[in-house]
């Protein structure tokens, strides 16, 4: 079954860099798993209240200038939560940037997903990773981005 994304999810997405929008678009033709795009460009009031709920823990949030978006796994009439749902779009979300040769970071891990086979491998090596160091690993299955060191944000775009 092939899915498309529906105009809430479409109007999320203006705003967006033009390279995410491509590889979102292209994703929701090759997922298993319907998504819905739940934020794209967030405004930093709103960011400034995650980090307060804890939802968040940076005001450098790509979100803020359009390199982000979150997607949640759409099923039954609504947004699903189980992390087996997150890795398949993960998935297509990865072959998508492949195809469009768009470099893209993944919140289940942070960092480029771009070839990475195993992304649940991806996964327990990033939990290892945060442990090793003494800190809390935050997963965020979805969480996409467009990595900085590819998408810098200059004073005059921010």
Not at 58 to 80: C, F, I, M, N
Not at 85 to 94: H, N, P, S, V
Not at 136 to 158: C, I, N, S, W
Request: hydrophobic share 45%.
């Amino acid at each position: 079954m092939t899915f498309v994304l529906g105009n809430r999810s479409l109007q999320t997405l203006i705003g967006v860099h033009p390279d995410l929008v491509r590889v979102v678009k292209r994703a929701i033709e090759l997922t298993p798993v319907d998504f819905t795009v739940l934020e794209g460009v967030r405004l930093l009031v709103r960011q400034k209240h995650l980090v307060a709920i804890g939802a968040s823990i940076t005001l450098d949030s790509r979100h803020l200038t359009g390199h982000a978006v979150d997607l949640g796994a759409w099923v039954d009439g609504g947004v699903e939560w189980s992390w087996p749902l997150y890795f398949k779009i993960a998935e297509a979300m990865r072959d998508a940037a492949d195809e469009l040769d768009v470099p893209l970071t993944w919140g289940g891990c942070w960092q480029m997903i771009n070839g990475v086979d195993d992304l649940y491998a991806a996964q327990t090596a990033y939990i290892e990773r945060k442990k090793a160091q003494g800190r809390k690993p935050l997963l965020d299955g979805p969480h996409f981005h467009l990595p900085r060191a590819y998408y810098p944000v200059t004073q005059e775009a921010a």
